[in-house]
């Protein structure tokens, strides 16, 4: 049997929220789109939505910006630019530019494993694609179901039936899984970053309205795992997929260990 056969490491993270709205805010009259929509199924459509969560690669990278901060090291800011038209600094104390680092030949620990435009990230984040338990039809293996819903937001003026407030938050609870996929093989101090970053990111919160009581994300779970994929022609033409994954946590201790400030 011939087959197409690849070898990698991936992070798979299983995390809970009580909720979280993702996104850069509401969409004025009820028009939501804090997830982004990618298809629909079913009679009605509404509960076989399946959405794309946005905004987890830049929730980790937050989280390891805010915690090389707290631990002296200076790493890649999110933006390349450094100040306005008018001169004013855009950069905190203790961040460069992004990819700034790289072309100085002194790539800083976060860049090496996100990257910038001059250089490819070593980490692939599969897409978290979620449906509403609600959904009794058929479910992909890559879709996941929680709960979601809208936060339906109307207010009148005073004594009017004016409205001042007329918008909707879609927003998202239970328990969901994100994956990481190694594209390059990390050193042990870059593991030890990206699991203490993972840590740490749950004191940061996800989306747009982490501060307004939504956004807390609980990291239940992580393990590291090497994975032998396969895939190959079935019957019929049939593309037929296998993996095999073995947990390290061995080596997942060893990169806890190895990462100290001293060493970025």
Not at 7 to 23: N, S, W
Not at 99 to 115: D, N
Not at 218 to 233: G, N, P, T
Request: glycine content about 10%; aromatic content about 8%.
């Amino acid at each position: 049997m011939n087959d197409v056969t690849q070898r990698f490491k991936r992070l798979v993270i299983k995390l809970e929220t009580p909720q979280t709205k993702t996104g850069n805010g509401p969409a004025v009259g009820g028009k939501v789109n804090n997830l982004m929509l990618i298809g629909a199924e079913g009679k009605n459509g509404k509960e076989g939505k399946k959405y794309i969560v946005k905004g987890l690669r830049g929730w980790i990278n937050h989280a390891m910006m805010t915690l090389a901060k707290k631990q002296g090291v200076e790493v890649c800011h999110s933006s390349e630019k450094t100040e306005t038209q008018k001169g004013v600094s855009l950069l905190p104390e203790g961040f460069h530019p992004s990819g700034k680092c790289y072309e100085k030949g002194k790539e800083c620990i976060k860049h090496r494993l996100m990257g910038s435009f001059t250089k490819q990230s070593k980490l692939k984040f599969e897409p978290v694609i979620i449906v509403s338990n609600a959904y009794k039809g058929a479910i992909p293996k890559y879709v996941q179901q929680v709960h979601i819903a809208t936060d339906k937001r109307n207010a009148l003026m005073q004594h009017t039936k004016t409205g001042i407030q007329d918008f909707g938050e879609r927003y998202f609870a239970g328990d969901f899984t994100l994956t990481i996929e190694f594209l390059e093989e990390l050193t042990k101090e870059e593991l030890g970053f990206l699991l203490n970053s993972i840590l740490y990111a749950q004191k940061i919160g996800l989306g747009a309205s982490k501060n307004n009581g939504a956004g807390k994300v609980i990291v239940k779970e992580v393990a590291l795992q090497e994975v032998i994929w396969k895939s190959y022609f079935g019957e019929l033409g049939k593309v037929v997929e296998e993996e095999k994954a073995r947990n390290l946590w061995k080596e997942m201790q060893e990169g806890m260990k190895a990462w100290a400030p001293t060493n970025a």
